[in-house]
């Protein structure tokens, strides 16, 4: 593969403030080395008993969590979370809205008992709204920031015959300007986007998630089957570790510098 030729543009940034519920489009962000995609996965619901502790927090399978992959009605809520206020504002698909600041006890009861009231069988348990400072509740202990490839959704589109909405696999950067599923060559290698620099670790394995129209919460499409069948993985996006801080925006360019064990920039 020749790096020099690697070059795609960033055409959206998003956050999931509130893991499992809708995305937050951002302008620009400033990424920090060795952490999380700023205000990504801070919140949590648990749905029944999970034994997350929020004194020394530590991964937990998200079957515990309220999920896209077993919650389809999450989709249809919208929203909302403000770092400097620290207000929460979720919105159901009726019509009902609530705001509540998740600095204290009181705010957080409050979206607790507007998803309780509001999710119907979707809880099968006593839901608390979990968080942890400095904690992401990601899916991927390895998992930093995600990176999707516009071309490889374009693909699945032409396999599916039918519109694939780039926000049913939830990632924090979206590129465009690559091959079809060449984010896969980029594993190992040192990339920079924008001010920062950043090494793709893994490519992401989907879950059922995807099966998930993000605008109606319908299952329409069984995703994992399709990339299996006509792909063999079931595979689509990369994970990346940032490793040098900086901003970057949409519009900004997408660059290998090199192969990680080897010194010679592209």
């Not at 400097?84 to 705010?107: F, I, K, M």
């Not at 979707?122 to 899916?139: I, K, Q």
């Not at 801080?245 to 592209?266: C, F, H, Q, V, Y």
Request: with cysteine; glycine share 8%.
């Amino acid at each position: 593969m020749d790096i020099s030729t690697i070059i795609a543009t960033v055409t959206g940034l998003y956050r999931y403030p509130l893991k499992g519920f809708s995305p937050q489009p951002l302008a620009d962000v400033a990424l920090a080395a060795d952490r999380c995609f700023p205000g990504d996965r801070l919140f949590a619901i648990e749905n029944g008993p999970s034994g997350f502790d929020e004194t020394a927090p530590a991964h937990q399978p998200k079957i515990r969590y309220l999920m896209l992959a077993r919650n389809g009605a999450l989709a249809r809520f919208k929203s909302h979370y403000d770092d400097v206020s620290q207000v929460l504002s979720l919105r159901a698909p009726d019509g009902r809205h609530v705001e509540a600041d998740l600095a204290g006890a009181d705010g957080r009861m409050m979206i607790e008992t507007f998803l309780t009231s509001t999710l119907g069988a979707e809880a099968r348990g006593n839901l608390r709204l979990l968080s942890s400072p400095g904690y992401h509740f990601m899916d991927s202990t390895k998992g930093f920031v995600s990176l999707i490839n516009l071309a490889s959704l374009r693909e699945i589109e032409r396999i599916a015959g039918q519109a694939v909405d780039p926000l049913r696999f939830r990632a924090n950067i979206y590129v465009d300007g690559l091959k079809p599923w060449q984010e896969f060559d980029l594993v190992d290698c040192r990339l920079r986007i924008g001010e920062a620099e950043l090494v793709a670790i893994k490519r992401t394995d989907r879950c059922a998630a995807t099966q998930v129209n993000p605008q109606s919460g319908e299952r329409d499409i069984d995703m994992l089957r399709l990339l299996e069948a006509q792909f063999a993985h079931h595979d689509c996006g990369i994970y990346l570790r940032v490793m040098r801080s900086g901003r970057l925006a949409a519009g900004d360019r997408l660059t290998m510098i090199a192969k990680e064990g080897n010194d010679t920039p592209a």
